[in-house]
C-alpha cells in the first residue's frame, strides 16, 4: 500500500497554500535575523549571537518565533527627567522640564537688532 501521489495530481491549491505557507516562514526568518542583527550582545539571553543563528536557521519558523518571544531581554527604561544627582533639581525646575519634554521648549524670546534703516526711519519720525 502506498500513499505517494505523484506532484501532477496534487491540487492547485495546495500548492498555494505550500507556497503561501514558505513565504510567511522565510519572512518570519529574516525579520528575526534583522533583529538579532541590530540587537546589542547584552540584551540577548545567551549573550553571543551565534547560538540565535543557530537556532533561527535550524529550528526553522519555531527557532524565530523563540527568538522573537524571549531571546532578548527588555530594554532598561530611561527617564528623560532624570538629573545626573538625584534630587538635585528643585521641584519647579523638574515640573519645567517635563513640561519641555511633554510639549517641547518655548519659543526663545530675543530682542531683534534693529536694523539701520529702521533707526533712521525712527529719527525722522522723532
Request: proline share 8%; net charge negative; charged share 20%.
Amino acid at each position: 500500500m502506498s500513499s505517494n501521489v505523484p506532484l501532477s495530481e496534487v491540487p492547485v491549491w495546495m500548492w498555494l497554500l505550500f507556497g503561501v505557507l514558505a513565504v510567511i516562514q522565510i519572512s518570519v526568518e529574516v525579520y528575526a535575523l534583522i533583529k538579532l542583527l541590530k540587537t546589542p550582545d547584552e540584551r540577548l539571553v545567551f549573550g553571543k549571537k551565534w547560538p540565535w543563528v543557530l537556532i533561527i536557521l535550524f529550528v526553522n519558523l519555531i527557532g524565530a518565533i523563540v527568538f522573537l518571544a524571549a531571546g532578548r531581554k527588555p530594554a532598561a527604561a530611561t527617564d528623560p527627567l532624570a538629573s545626573a544627582a538625584p534630587g538635585a533639581q528643585a521641584a519647579g525646575d523638574r515640573a519645567a522640564r517635563a513640561a519641555d519634554v511633554l510639549y517641547g521648549a518655548p519659543p526663545v524670546e530675543f530682542d531683534a537688532p534693529v536694523a539701520e534703516s529702521d533707526a533712521a526711519e525712527e529719527d525722522v519720525a522723532q
